[in-house]
């Protein structure tokens, strides 16, 4: 599996992003079948896990407590893509993201170890 990530960038806090990470090659599966997430890195610490959501009919979301109700996870099917949308951003949301896809098919564990796949990462910067 092959995960592109789009839409970082630099706003003001308050502001507002939204990631894309487009999947691909998911042998012979499809891209509802694998359970997603997305992590972010600040310097100096390790990555965390923020936001997940289940293969199809696998369950609902999950987020972690620090951005609950500012962020949401999605996710398009047809277009085997994923989403982040990130509302009233705060200079700690500062970070490299990443998205990425479940190590198999219907299966879902927030661990970062648990996942297979990741994308390149693209910074998202929330300037006070």
């Known amino acids: 599996v092959q995960l592109v990530e789009s839409g970082g960038g630099l706003v003001q806090a308050g502001g507002s992003l939204r990631l894309s990470c487009v999947g691909s090659?998911?042998?012979?599966?499809?891209?509802?079948?694998?359970?997603i997430g997305w992590f972010r890195q600040a310097p100096g610490k390790e990555r965390e896990f923020i936001a997940g959501?289940?293969?199809?009919?696998?369950?609902?979301?999950y987020y972690v407590d620090s951005v609950k109700g500012r962020f949401t996870i999605s996710r398009d099917n047809a277009k085997s893509t994923m989403y982040l949308q990130m509302n009233s951003l705060k200079p700690e949301d500062t970070a490299i993201y990443y998205c990425?896809?479940?190590?198999?098919?219907?299966?879902?564990?927030?661990?970062?170890?648990?996942?297979?796949?990741w994308g390149q990462g693209t910074q998202v910067t929330a300037s006070s």
């Open positions: 959501i289940a293969w199809s009919g696998g369950g609902s979301t």
């Open positions: 990425a896809a479940s190590r198999r098919p219907y299966y879902i564990n927030y661990h970062p170890s648990e996942f297979g796949s």
């Open positions: 090659g998911f042998n012979g599966y499809n891209f509802d079948d694998y359970g």
